[in-house]
């Protein structure tokens, strides 16, 4: 008896009907089988989209007098607005917390699942559904009117009509992307639940683990923000199909309100994509430097505070589509506010490495990486946040290169960068760290080939979402540049999922605890983890950070330490 | 072979093959989850509530006439059944606090039926409304020239005031009524659960959470009708 509640939870069931296969997974109500179900859909998702970009890079890649063309002009728009909505609804935004943050919360706070089990699987099923139908209909009608579906454009744009057949491939991404907004919130809600009510004894707020933390603000986001998104799309929606003039200036609509109830939504959307991978840098850099992180307390709240200004900010999109003076200096000053709680978690990552035991895990790369891309992403915001250089800035390659950097080099790779970290104690296998060093090197120098030379490109005047360029001599080497790192980059992506799937597949099984040393809750339990997480009551009478006493428990017996040492 | 072992808050049943997992009710985090949930609808209707302050400013004049042609009275009526209905929805779920599960059960069918009620009064309001031409048609209608004259672009067209007031008028109040047709059918199968027995005096929760989802619904109404029948 006691062994059957001792297995791993590869091998044990939520349900008593579905124990085998495919089922045994889709109708799973463990946090951590529905974790890995969104590790293998959401990163399906984005190798597509990664695709995507590599053609629009191909494209780019000499000037239009060449004649050199790899997407037809009038395809280009639903390259990039394919690209858009699976990086961003489908990869990012679920990316952290549904894939992690669903398997490593409750194992952080040591609970034995989220508060509401089948809700968790109700959000994967509405995210699947959305995927779906945002994936079809994009290959049924096609969508160029970029993610931001900005009116008249949205409401004008007719679908392409790919079988003959009229269909409204734009009403029907819109809706996608009103259900899988319902599968976020409901995710944000059973993760605040959790953390108010199923702590282990002695885990006060203050001694979460910071991925928890920055989990925590994410999901008070996730449940601010999105319902007003959700009914502005479906305004749009209702505005292409009966004749309301909602946000059509000649039937006595503005289109500006909807600007504004887009990126309502669509700023705080940033930081719910870029909050949980700062919280698992958080947790990578203090392992991987054996040391308490510096500052744990300001992280926590810089975290916080984070999405508090972060829900504040949203007209800086709207800099040259009409707004008071007045309003544009406010947004723009709040702009610059958020900048300190961000560069305090910098600071904070840099002092904790200061005089560290440091190793250079493939996950610790990643997360030094994301400090470098972040640094630049975040700098970068700064110049668009000022008034005056955000006119010339303004929809150029400038804002491309800065928001990849951000969201690219800075929450996929603080994502991937967890995946190398979790991924021992998620699967109990162990993946090559050679080549997960050589997949690094490649994404890290073809990501920066990638976009740096955008940033110039931008400030030269490139606009972006242009299907080809005149023939200038800056542009033509620019460019180019930039689609050979676009070549260097695919190759490093295509390395790490290989290593991913190969350690899956061949991968040497090991059964280590805490193959990293680690002092948080999550690695003391088995690897893989048993079903219900934990095999006795936990009382948690130590900081999460704090090495002295974790690994005077290691020598006492008490932890479970790692090889490392 | 099947035995039960309690597991903190989890009621684990280990079978030969599997564990099946019945989550141990924590009802205050149940009440914050929902809490939670009914903030979201709130936001959801507070976008409606924002671009209607929105363009009532742009439109104040034009907002004025076309609110004239609603109907206050039974808008009135309207807003005196919901709100008798909530005072149902508590004394049913009192009933059944106390004990008294057939006059909860009573008190939840007439709730049912007043929600029933205030759907038929909006249903003759919208069906004078499209008497009037007032109603939205698709583009393809439009077309094929079934159109109300009053909506579509061309001599007869109201002002855009006032075709924006429709609009909203009849989105916001169909969203709305979509909400109730929701909470009618919840508190139909909480109906149902108290008679099969698995919602009973001491396991209230659900009954209670319906109840909220109701009064929101009301407090919804609250705003809408003041906004669409009283500000003429």
């Given at each position: 008896?006691?062994?059957?509640?001792?297995?791993?939870?590869?091998?044990?069931?939520?349900?008593?009907?579905w124990?085998?296969?495919?089922?045994?997974?889709?109708?799973?109500?463990?946090?951590?089988?529905?974790?890995?179900?969104?590790?293998?859909t959401?990163?399906?998702?984005?190798?597509?989209?990664?695709?995507?970009?590599?053609?629009?890079?191909?494209?780019?890649?000499?000037?239009?007098?060449?004649?050199?063309?790899?997407?037809?002009?009038?395809?280009?728009?639903?390259?990039?607005?394919l690209?858009?909505?699976?990086?961003?609804?489908?990869?990012?935004?679920?990316g952290?917390?549904?894939?992690?943050?669903?398997?490593?919360?409750?194992?952080?706070?040591?609970?034995?699942?989220?508060?509401?089990?089948?809700?968790?699987?109700?959000?994967?099923?509405?995210?699947?559904?959305?995927?779906?139908?945002?994936?079809?209909?994009?290959?049924?009608?096609?969508?160029?009117?970029?993610?931001?579906?900005?009116?008249?454009?949205?409401?004008?744009?007719k679908?392409?009509?790919?079988?003959?057949?009229d269909?409204?491939?734009?009403?029907?991404?819109?809706?996608?992307?009103?259900?899988?907004?319902?599968?976020?919130?409901?995710?944000?809600?059973?993760?605040?639940?959790?953390?108010?009510r199923?702590?282990?004894?002695?885990?006060g707020?203050?001694?979460?683990?910071?991925?928890?933390?920055?989990?925590?603000?994410?999901?008070?986001l996730?449940?601010l923000?999105?319902?007003?998104?959700?009914i502005t799309?479906?305004?749009i929606?209702?505005?292409?199909?009966l004749?309301?003039?909602?946000?059509?200036?000649t039937k006595?609509?503005?289109?500006?309100?909807?600007?504004?109830?887009?990126?309502?939504?669509?700023?705080?959307?940033?930081?719910?994509?870029?909050?949980?991978?700062?919280?698992?840098?958080?947790?990578?850099?203090?392992?991987?430097?054996?040391?308490?992180?510096?500052?744990?307390?300001?992280?926590?709240?810089?975290?916080?505070?984070?999405?508090?200004?972060?829900?504040?900010?949203?007209?800086?999109?709207?800099?040259?589509?009409?707004?008071?003076?007045?309003?544009?200096?406010?947004?723009?000053?709040l702009?610059?506010?958020?900048a300190?709680?961000?560069?305090?978690?910098?600071?904070?990552?840099?002092?904790?490495?200061?005089?560290?035991?440091?190793?250079?895990?493939?996950?610790?790369?990643?997360?030094?990486?994301?400090?470098?891309n972040?640094?630049?992403?975040?700098?970068?915001?700064?110049?668009?946040?000022?008034?005056?250089t955000?006119?010339?800035?303004?929809?150029?390659?400038?804002?491309?290169?800065?928001?990849?950097?951000?969201?690219?080099?800075g929450?996929?790779?603080?994502?991937?960068?967890?995946?190398?970290?979790?991924?021992?104690?998620?699967?109990?296998?162990?993946?090559?760290?050679?080549w997960?060093?050589?997949?690094?090197?490649?994404?890290?120098v073809?990501?920066?080939?990638?976009?740096?030379?955008?940033?110039?490109?931008?400030?030269y005047?490139?606009?972006?979402?242009?299907?080809?360029?005149?023939?200038?001599?800056?542009?033509?080497?620019?460019?180019?540049?930039?689609?050979?790192?676009?070549?260097?980059?695919?190759?490093?992506?295509?390395?790490?999922?290989?290593?991913?799937?190969?350690?899956?597949?061949?991968?040497?099984?090991?059964?280590?605890?805490?193959?990293?040393?680690?002092?948080?809750?999550?690695?003391?339990?088995?690897?893989?983890?048993?079903?219900?997480?934990?095999?006795?009551?936990l009382?948690?009478?130590?900081?999460?950070?704090?090495?002295?006493?974790?690994?005077?428990?290691?020598?006492?017996?008490?932890?479970?330490?790692?090889?490392?040492? | 072979?099947?035995?039960?072992?309690?597991?903190?808050?989890?009621e684990?049943?280990?079978?030969?093959?599997?564990?099946?997992?019945?989550?141990?009710?924590?009802?205050?985090?149940?009440?914050?989850?929902?809490?939670?949930?009914?903030?979201?609808?709130?936001?959801?209707?507070?976008?409606?509530?924002?671009?209607?302050?929105?363009?009532?400013?742009?439109?104040?004049?034009?907002?004025?006439?076309?609110?004239?042609?609603?109907?206050?009275?039974?808008g009135?009526?309207?807003?005196?059944?919901?709100l008798?209905?909530?005072?149902?929805?508590?004394?049913s779920?009192?009933?059944?606090?106390?004990?008294?599960?057939?006059?909860?059960k009573?008190?939840?069918?007439?709730?049912?039926?007043?929600?029933?009620?205030?759907?038929?009064?909006?249903?003759?309001e919208?069906?004078?409304?499209?008497?009037?031409?007032?109603?939205l048609?698709?583009?393809?209608?439009?077309?094929?020239?079934?159109?109300?004259?009053?909506?579509?672009?061309?001599?007869?067209?109201?002002?855009?005031?006032?075709?924006?007031?429709?609009?909203?008028?009849?989105?916001?109040?169909?969203?709305?009524a979509?909400?109730?047709?929701?909470?009618?059918?919840?508190?139909?199968?909480?109906?149902?659960?108290?008679?099969?027995?698995?919602?009973?005096?001491?396991?209230?929760?659900?009954?209670?959470?319906?109840?909220?989802?109701?009064?929101?619904?009301?407090?919804?109404?609250?705003?809408?009708?003041?906004?669409?029948?009283?500000?003429?």
């Amino acid at each position: 008896m006691e062994k059957a509640m001792n297995q791993s939870y590869l091998n044990s069931h939520t349900s008593t009907k579905w124990t085998k296969g495919f089922m045994s997974w889709f109708m799973s109500t463990d946090h951590k089988r529905i974790g890995v179900m969104y590790a293998f859909t959401t990163f399906f998702f984005f190798f597509g989209a990664v695709i995507l970009g590599f053609f629009m890079k191909l494209q780019k890649m000499y000037p239009a007098s060449s004649g050199w063309e790899i997407i037809p002009a009038e395809w280009y728009g639903s390259f990039f607005t394919l690209h858009a909505i699976i990086m961003i609804f489908l990869f990012i935004i679920p990316g952290a917390p549904a894939i992690l943050g669903n398997f490593f919360l409750p194992l952080q706070i040591g609970a034995k699942d989220v508060a509401f089990p089948r809700v968790n699987l109700l959000s994967f099923w509405l995210y699947l559904f959305g995927a779906v139908m945002a994936v079809v209909g994009v290959l049924l009608g096609g969508a160029d009117t970029g993610w931001t579906f900005t009116p008249p454009y949205s409401v004008t744009t007719k679908s392409i009509s790919l079988f003959g057949i009229d269909f409204d491939s734009v009403s029907w991404m819109l809706t996608a992307a009103f259900i899988l907004g319902w599968g976020t919130i409901l995710t944000g809600i059973n993760f605040i639940v959790t953390i108010h009510r199923m702590r282990a004894r002695g885990m006060g707020l203050f001694r979460m683990p910071l991925f928890t933390w920055s989990i925590y603000a994410t999901s008070w986001l996730q449940v601010l923000a999105t319902p007003v998104v959700g009914i502005t799309l479906l305004m749009i929606v209702i505005e292409r199909m009966l004749p309301v003039g909602f946000f059509d200036p000649t039937k006595g609509g503005d289109p500006i309100l909807f600007q504004h109830l887009f990126w309502i939504y669509s700023h705080p959307a940033v930081y719910i994509m870029i909050l949980p991978s700062m919280g698992l840098v958080s947790e990578i850099i203090p392992t991987n430097s054996q040391k308490p992180i510096f500052g744990y307390k300001s992280i926590a709240i810089a975290s916080v505070s984070i999405a508090a200004v972060g829900y504040l900010i949203w007209a800086h999109h709207m800099f040259t589509t009409g707004m008071s003076d007045f309003a544009a200096v406010l947004f723009s000053f709040l702009t610059f506010f958020v900048a300190i709680p961000t560069a305090i978690k910098v600071f904070n990552w840099t002092a904790t490495l200061y005089k560290g035991s440091i190793t250079l895990t493939p996950a610790m790369l990643f997360a030094l990486a994301f400090i470098f891309n972040f640094s630049i992403g975040g700098l970068t915001g700064m110049f668009l946040g000022s008034l005056s250089t955000d006119i010339h800035l303004h929809d150029t390659d400038f804002i491309v290169a800065h928001f990849h950097y951000t969201m690219f080099g800075g929450a996929a790779f603080g994502l991937i960068g967890g995946i190398f970290h979790y991924f021992p104690k998620m699967f109990g296998k162990m993946y090559s760290l050679l080549w997960a060093k050589i997949g690094f090197v490649f994404m890290f120098v073809g990501f920066n080939a990638l976009y740096f030379p955008m940033l110039w490109l931008g400030y030269y005047g490139m606009p972006r979402r242009y299907h080809t360029y005149p023939d200038i001599p800056i542009f033509n080497d620019l460019q180019m540049a930039s689609t050979i790192g676009s070549w260097i980059l695919v190759t490093g992506v295509i390395i790490v999922l290989s290593v991913w799937i190969h350690a899956l597949l061949k991968g040497k099984r090991t059964s280590e605890q805490n193959p990293w040393n680690s002092s948080t809750l999550e690695w003391q339990t088995a690897t893989p983890p048993i079903l219900f997480n934990f095999e006795e009551e936990l009382e948690i009478t130590r900081d999460p950070y704090d090495y002295e006493a974790f690994h005077a428990e290691v020598a006492a017996g008490k932890s479970v330490g790692g090889s490392r040492d | 072979m099947q035995r039960s072992l309690l597991v903190s808050r989890w009621e684990v049943h280990v079978t030969d093959q599997a564990h099946t997992v019945e989550h141990h009710h924590d009802e205050e985090g149940t009440r914050l989850g929902f809490w939670l949930f009914l903030y979201t609808e709130l936001f959801l209707f507070g976008a409606f509530f924002l671009v209607y302050a929105v363009y009532r400013s742009a439109h104040v004049d034009e907002f004025k006439i076309a609110a004239e042609s609603l109907n206050t009275t039974l808008g009135a009526v309207n807003t005196i059944i919901l709100l008798t209905s909530s005072l149902t929805m508590v004394l049913s779920l009192d009933a059944l606090k106390s004990g008294a599960v057939k006059l909860a059960k009573i008190f939840l069918i007439t709730t049912i039926l007043l929600g029933l009620a205030f759907l038929v009064i909006k249903g003759f309001e919208w069906a004078a409304k499209f008497e009037h031409h007032l109603f939205l048609q698709t583009a393809s209608g439009i077309a094929a020239g079934e159109g109300s004259p009053l909506l579509t672009p061309g001599p007869e067209m109201l002002p855009n005031g006032q075709v924006l007031f429709f609009g909203l008028y009849f989105i916001m109040t169909g969203t709305h009524a979509l909400h109730i047709i929701i909470g009618g059918i919840w508190m139909g199968l909480v109906y149902y659960w108290i008679s099969k027995g698995s919602i009973t005096p001491d396991n209230t929760g659900v009954l209670e959470r319906s109840g909220l989802y109701w009064h929101l619904v009301d407090v919804i109404w609250i705003f809408l009708f003041p906004l669409y029948y009283l500000v003429a």
